[in-house]
């Protein structure tokens, strides 16, 4: 559980230094970086709270 923590606060931590790379240098490739980045980190965060909840149920 720990390192899965870990690894969505790295994902969001990494978005968020490619947004600021986008601030910084106006390149528009950090930016879709950025975006990429958190699409799949929430993506993985849902699949995991499923994994969870399914893991109740049964």
């Known amino acids: 559980m720990l390192i899965f ?3 969505a606060t790295l994902l ?3 978005s968020a230094l490619a ?9 528009p490739h950090y930016k879709k970086l950025g975006f990429l980045i958190l699409k799949w ?11 969870l909840f399914a893991g109740r149920i049964a």
């Open 5 to 7: 923590r870990w690894l």
């Open 41 to 51: 980190t929430v993506v993985a965060a849902l699949a995991f709270f499923v994994v």
């Open 19 to 27: 947004f600021i790379f986008y601030l910084g240098t106006g390149r």
């Open 12 to 14: 969001v931590l990494s």
